[in-house]
């Protein structure tokens, strides 16, 4: 099973090399991929897959599209 990662702004370091097709486990949820790309939990705002909002214990699916993304500020 393979989803599409991307990391945006602070947390695009994490971004592995094999973000477009990235291996996961049956069952694996955002929290796990999480810990597995070594991000800070605190450091992790929003998640998004397939363009809509979930939280932490989201469930991945094969062929998923995930972003994660920090805290922003500005104005």
């Known amino acids: 099973m393979h989803i599409a990662l991307k990391c945006f702004a602070t947390l695009s370091r994490f971004t592995p090399p094999e973000a477009e097709a990235f291996a996961i486990e049956p069952g694996e949820t955002v929290a796990d991929l999480v810990k597995r790309l070594g991000i800070p939990p605190a450091d992790l705002k929003l998640v ?8 932490p214990d989201a469930k991945l699916a094969d062929g998923d599209r995930v972003g994660l993304f920090p ?3 500005g104005g």
């Open 71 to 73: 805290a922003v500020g």
């Open 48 to 55: 998004f897959i397939n363009g809509a909002h979930v939280e």
